[in-house]
Nanobody
Framework: QVQLVESGGGLVQSGGSLRLSCAAS????????MGWYRQAPGKQRELVATVTTGGSTNYADSVKGRFTISRDNAKNTVYLQMNSLKPEETAVYYC?????????WGQGTQVTVSS
C-alpha cells in the first residue's frame, strides 16, 4: 500500500510561482512512477508531469518550460516547481504514484491563480 500526502498549494497571482511536494509512505520497495495531475472545476483530470525512478520525465505540452518535476528517491518524495502560473491553471492538483500495476492518488491540494 502507498499513501500520498501533498503540500504546498495555495493562492498566487498570475505569473507567480508555487512548489508542490508529495511524500509517499507505506509498505513498498520502489515506486516506478510518481507525478502530478490536476482537475479544474467541470473538467476532467489531466496529466501535468511524471517522473520515473530513473529520472525520466514527461510533461503536458501546456506546462513545458514553466514547470519542473523532480524526485528524491531516498525520501520517496516528488516535487513540482510551477513558474509563470496562469489563471486557467487553477485546479486541484493530485499526487500520483504507479506501483505494482496499481494507481495511487493523494487527496489533492488546491492551487488558485488570481488574475
Amino acid at each position: 500500500q502507498v499513501q500520498l500526502v501533498e503540500s504546498g498549494g495555495g493562492l498566487v497571482q498570475s505569473g507567480g510561482s508555487l512548489r508542490l511536494s508529495c511524500a509517499a509512505s507505506g509498505s513498498f520497495f520502489s515506486i516506478l512512477v510518481m507525478g502530478w495531475y490536476r482537475q479544474a472545476p467541470g473538467k476532467q483530470r489531466e496529466l501535468v508531469a511524471t517522473v520515473t525512478t530513473g529520472g525520466s520525465t514527461n510533461y503536458a505540452d501546456s506546462v513545458k518550460g514553466r514547470f519542473t518535476i523532480s524526485r528524491d528517491n531516498a525520501k520517496n518524495t516528488v516535487y513540482l516547481q510551477m513558474n509563470s502560473l496562469k489563471p486557467e491553471e487553477t485546479a486541484v492538483y493530485y499526487c500520483y504514484a504507479f506501483y505494482r500495476l496499481r494507481d495511487y492518488w493523494g487527496q489533492g491540494t488546491q492551487v488558485t491563480v488570481s488574475s
